[in-house]
């Protein structure tokens, strides 16, 4: 069973930064790409940056030049440091990963719990 736990999420200022972790551990075989997604209330949930084979990288436009993406392969692990935070920021941020269980097993998405990060003016 594949698990994604993430964490580093928490209440921040206007203008601040944070960084988020996500883990993905049991059985797995390699991860085709990971990436960061966000849902504020009542609204959907949306990418905000991924990375994937030979860490190239995608960022959502509201986060292009905030935000950075990596990943340590070694860890199975996300990275997301975010800076110059703005309450528009605000959602609750979730991880998630591609990969395969095994070399043969077909890929399937995963999905961590979320963590909530909030940015006050």
């Known amino acids: 069973q594949v698990q994604l736990v993430e964490s580093g999420g928490g209440l921040v200022q206007a203008g601040g930064s944070l960084r988020l972790s996500c883990a993905a551990s049991?059985?797995?075989?390699?991860?085709?790409?990971m990436a960061w997604y966000r849902q504020a209330p009542g609204k959907q949930r949306e990418l905000v940056a991924d990375?994937?084979?030979?860490?190239?990288?995608t960022y959502a436009d509201s986060v292009k030049g905030r935000f950075t993406i990596s990943r340590d392969n070694g860890k199975n692990t996300v990275y997301l440091q975010m800076n110059s935070l703005t309450p528009e920021d605000t959602a609750v941020y979730y991880c998630?990963?591609?990969?395969?269980?095994?070399?043969?097993?077909?890929?399937?998405?995963?999905w961590g719990q979320g963590t909530q990060v909030t940015v006050s003016s």
């Open positions: 998630k990963a591609d990969l395969r269980e095994r070399s043969y097993t077909s890929l399937r998405t995963y």
């Open positions: 990375i994937r084979s030979r860490d190239s990288t």
């Open positions: 049991g059985t797995i075989s390699s991860i085709s790409g």
